[in-house]
C-alpha cells in the first residue's frame, strides 16, 4: 500500500525540526548515552501492509512499553483473577501512586504503572525462577514480534538492578500488604530484565498488531487474546498509558498508547494498524516529545483517532 | 431505521432483572425520593435516526452531565486559553481531587469533575450576572436538544445550595489561588442551576449528537464546535467521565461518556451515535448502575467500542 | 526583681543584630505595612514581676495567638467535650491539614491550626450573633490582660475577610462533614474579627500568665482554668503551636508557645513566666524569626527550658 | 527514698484493674505469645532512688524505644550533621510518613519514626560491616544500662527480618532520595538487631537517666551527651516520641517520651528521674495501654509534668 510509505514519509517530516529536542533519561547510562536526534517510525496495517522510516530499525530500550506485554501475557496465564490483585484507574500524579498504593491496600490502580507491572510480573513468575519467567517473556516477544532477534539488553538490566531503590521500595510495600507473592528479589529480577528489552520500532509495531486486530495477529494468523480482551487492554492504554500525561495523549492523539523511558511509544489504531515511534528525548512527563508529536502527526492525517 | 428500535429494546431486556437495584442520591430530597426502578434509554444517530424505550421521556436531574455541555459553551467562549486554567488528566479517586489542587495550585485536574467544572463555570460567568449566565446555559441546552422543554429544576437548585457544602470549600479553595475570577458567591448559585437541569434521556441523547458528528448537530445542520473540539472533548470524556471509575467503564463500555449522580449516563459513538440512559440506582462510585450495564450491553451488541 | 530588667536587656542585646530579619507577612495591606524594624519583649513571672523592652507597648495584630485564649474560652463553654470536635495531634506540613481533614472526616488534629481554630469559634459561637461572641471574645481578653484598651483592628478584620478564601474553603469543608454548628458565614466573621485582636507584648504577657500559674491569674487571683487544663493547653502549645515548625520550637527552646503571622510569640515557662516577644520579619514557617530567636536567647540565660 | 518504692507500689494499683487490657502486637510469633498480663515499671531518679514494681526484672523486647539511644549516638558519632539527614518535627497520621517522604525528598519528618531511625542507623553504620555497628550499639546499652545483662533477642530479630517488608520499602525510597549510604540489606539487619534489644524496666531506667540529669549519668558520673543535647532529645521524645498520638500522651503524661511495639515506654521527667513501664497490650495509635496509664497515674502522683 503506497499510502504507507508516504505517510510515514511526511510525518517524518512534520516532526523534522524538532528532531533531538526533549530530554534524554540519564538515571543508568545505556540510556543516558543515546544519541537524541535518533528517530524511527514503523506502521503495521490489519491488512498486512507495512512502512517505516528513520531508525526503524535500530533496537532501542523499550523499557515501560513492554508492561503491555506483560499484562497480555498474565491475562492468558491467570485470566480475570489478575483484576483482583490490581486495578484499571489512571493513578493521577506519580505522587499518587505510592499514596494510592497505601490507601488501596497494596492494590496498584493499574497494571501500566510499576507498582502494577510488578504485580503482573509476580502473576508470571508464579513461584518460577527468575531466569525461566524471563525466557518466556522474551520468547513471547519473539513470537509476537516474529522476530528471533528481539533481545534482553544485559548492561540495561544490570543498571536497573543497581539504581532501582524505587521500584525494590514499591516492591516491598506491596509484598507488605501480601499482594507480591514470590520473593521479591525475583520479581525484581524479572521486571528490570523486562524493561531491558530491546526492540526496533517494526519489531514492535509487529508486536502489537494484535491489539488492533481483535485479538489475532493478521501476519501469522494465530490468535494471541480474545477480542473483548483486545479491547480492554486498548482502554487500559488510552487510560493509563502515558502516566501523568495519558490524558493528554489521550486529547491530542486519540489513539491507546504505550510509552517507555527509553523514548519508545507504541500506539494502537483499533481495526486499522499499529504504530511504534521512538526518538530518545523526553517532555516533562517522561514521554517521548517527539515520539508523541509524530504520533499527533500521524492521527491528524489519517484521521484514525478513535474519537 | 428498524434495528435501532430493536437495539434499545434488547438492551432494556439485557439489563431488566437489574432494574431498580444500585443506590438512589439522596443527600437532597427532590433526588433521594426519585423512584429506583425507572430506567430509559433514547439513541440519536449521525444519519438522523432515534430509538427510546422505557422512561425516555421523563425529565431527571442531569447533574454532572451537565460539565460536558458548560465545557463546551466555555470552550467556545475563551477557547484553547481554558486549558490554562484546568488540565485534562483524570484525577484518581475523589480524595486526591483536593490534594492535587493544592500541590497544582488551584488549577483543577479536569472539566469534569467539579473543581474544574467550578472553573469552566467561572469562565462562563465573565463578570456577569449569575441570572444571565443561568439564561445562557438553559438556552444553549434548549438549542442543542432542540426542545423548548429543558428546565432547571428549581427545587434540585435550591436543594445543591443548601447541602453545597464541599463545593463552596472547593470554589472557595480554588479562589484562593486566584483561578476564580467573579464572586464564589456567583459561580455557585450558577454552578448550582447547571446541576438542576431537568432533561429527558431523547432530549440529552440529541444534545451530544454533535459530539458524535465531528462537532455538528446532523439535525439541524448548525456546528457547534471544530472537529478537532469535538473529539478532545470525547477524549476528555473517556479518561475522565465516570470519576474514580472512568478506567472501568472505559474497560467495560469503550465509549466516551460522562455521567451524573441524578443516574444520567451520556455516551457518544463517534461517527455513529449518541446515546442516553437514566437508572437512579448508583454503584459505589457514584455512577448509575444499571445505565453502566446497558451501555454495556450496547456497546457489546453494536460493537460500537472504539477499542 | 532586677534580674527580669536586666535579662529583657540582654535578650534584646543578644538578637539587636538580626533585628529587621525575616520577611513581613504581606497578604493584607495592614500587615504588609508594618515596619520589620519593630522588636518588643514582655515578661511577666508568676510571683508578680514584670519587665519589659523596646516596642513593648506598640500594639501589634496578634493573628493566630488569639486561637490560645479562644481554645480556652471554648474549654470553658463546653469542657472536654470539645475533644470530640477537634483532635490534639501536631497536623504535620501544612498541606497535611486538608488532606488529614477529609481521612478524619472533618475532625481537625488540633485547636490550634486554622481549621482546629474554626471549629473552636464555632462552639463559642453557641448560636448567637457574631456581634456577641466576638465581643465576648473582647472582653475576655481585656479580663486576662487586665486593660481595657486590648481592641479589635477593624482594618485587619476587614481584610481577612476579603481575602479570607482558603478559610472559607476550610470552613465549608469542615462543615460538609457536620462539624461547623453554626452558618459558616457567621463562623468566619468571628474568626476574621479575632484574629484581628491588636494587643501589645505587655498585655499578651499578662493575659497568658495564667497558663504559667497553673490556670490562676496571680496578679488579680481569679481561676481561669483548672490545673490540669493549664497543662494541658501547654501541653497542645508545646506539640502544636508552630505550625510546621512546633518541633524546632520544641527543640530551640523548649517552652510551650504559640506564634502569630503578625509577628507576635507567646511563651509559657511553666510555674514561672508569661514571656511575649513581638517581630514582624517571619521565617520560612510564618512564625517570627527574631522573636523565635529571643525566646531562645531568653531559654538559654534562664534555664526556662521545661527539658 | 522511700517515697519511691511508694509511689510505684500506688502506681501500679491505680493501673492494677486495667492489666491484661490492650491487644499484644502480633505481627511477629515471639511478640505474639506474650502473655498480656505482665506489667513492669521501674524508677530511676537523678539522685540516686530506685524503685521497681511488678515484673521490672523481666526481659521484654524494647523495640522502638531503641530509637532514642541510637539518637543519642549517631549524634555523637556525626553531631549536628545528621540534622541535615533528618527533621525533628512531628509526622502526623502513619500514613503521612511516606507522603512527606516523599515530599521532603528523602529527609524523614524526624528520628522517632521508622524512616528517620532507618536513616540514623545508616549514619551508625558508617560504612562498616553490620556485625560491627550492632555490637557497638549493644555495648553502648549495656553501658547505659550498666548491666552486661542487655542481649539481642535472635528470634526477634529474625523474625522482624523476615516481615520487614514495610521497612525495607522505607529504606529503598530513601536510598532512591540518596538519604542513605549503605547498601540497604546492611542497614535493615542492623535496624532489625537494635529493634530486638531485650531489656528490663530496671536497665532500660537507668539507661535513659542521663536525659533527665543533663547528659550525665548520675550513677557513674559520665557524660554521655551535652546538657543542650539532652534537652533536645526530650523535645523530640515530646513532640515525636508516641507515632500519631504523641500530642495525647503530653496532654495527658506531660513527659517526654518513647514508645515500642512491645510495650515498651520510656518516660524522662527533667531534673527528676527516669522511668520505666512494660506492659504488653496495645492500645490503637500501638502504644502500650496500660503503661501510659500508668505514667499517667505517676504523672498526677508527682506532678512532674514538665507543663
Redesign the interface.
Same mark, same amino acid.
Given at each position: 500500500m503506497t499510502d504507507l510509505a508516504g505517510l510515514v514519509a511526511a510525518v517524518r517530516e512534520d516532526i523534522a525540526p524538532q528532531i533531538g529536542t526533549g530530554r534524554v533519561a540519564d538515571y543508568i547510562p545505556a540510556l543516558a548515552r543515546v544519541d537524541p536526534r535518533h528517530f524511527g517510525i514503523a506502521i503495521a496495517t490489519c491488512d498486512g501492509g507495512t512502512a517505516a522510516a528513520g531508525d526503524a530499525d535500530l533496537p532501542f530500550s523499550i523499557q515501560s512499553v513492554s508492561k503491555v506485554f506483560t499484562l497480555t501475557l498474565a491475562l492468558g496465564r491467570v485470566g480475570d483473577a489478575l483484576w483482583r490483585r490490581v486495578? /484499571?484507574?489512571? &493513578?493521577?500524579?506519580p !505522587?499518587?501512586s505510592?499514596?494510592?498504593l497505601?490507601?488501596e491496600q497494596g492494590i496498584p490502580?493499574?497494571p501500566l504503572i510499576n507498582a502494577g507491572a510488578l504485580v503482573v510480573t509476580d502473576a508470571i513468575l508464579a513461584g518460577r525462577r527468575p531466569e525461566i519467567a524471563i525466557a518466556e517473556i522474551l520468547m513471547y516477544l519473539r513470537e509476537l514480534a516474529d522476530d528471533p532477534r528481539v533481545a534482553v539488553d544485559r548492561e540495561v538490566a544490570q543498571s536497573e538492578a543497581e539504581t532501582g531503590? /524505587?521500584n525494590? &521500595?514499591?516492591?516491598? !510495600?506491596i509484598?507488605?500488604f501480601g499482594n507480591i507473592a514470590n520473593p521479591?528479589a525475583s520479581v525484581l529480577e524479572t521486571y528490570f530484565n523486562q524493561c531491558a528489552l530491546a526492540m526496533t520500532c517494526r519489531q514492535l509495531a509487529h508486536a502489537g498488531l494484535f491489539l488492533a486486530n481483535g485479538g489475532i495477529d493478521p501476519v501469522g494468523g494465530q490468535r494471541v487474546v480474545g477480542p473483548d480482551e483486545?479491547?480492554?487492554i486498548?482502554?487500559?492504554m488510552?487510560?493509563?498509558g502515558h502516566y501523568?500525561?495519558?490524558?493528554?495523549f489521550? !486529547?491530542r492523539v486519540?489513539l491507546?498508547g504505550k510509552s517507555g523511558v527509553g523514548g519508545g511509544i507504541l500506539a494502537v489504531a483499533?481495526r486499522r494498524a499499529s504504530i511504534a515511534v521512538w526518538s530518545p528525548g523526553l517532555n516533562a512527563s517522561g514521554n517521548s516529545l517527539v515520539g508523541a508529536l509524530a504520533l499527533e502527526s500521524l492521527s491528524r492525517r489519517t484521521g484514525w483517532?478513535?474519537?
Open positions: 486495578g /484499571r484507574e489512571p &493513578s493521577g500524579s !505522587f499518587n505510592i499514596v494510592q497505601e490507601r490502580r493499574n531503590f /524505587r525494590a &521500595s514499591l516492591a516491598n !510495600f509484598r507488605s521479591v483486545a479491547r480492554r486498548n482502554a487500559i488510552m487510560t493509563c501523568d500525561a495519558s490524558g493528554d489521550a !486529547f486519540g491507546p483499533p483517532s478513535v474519537f
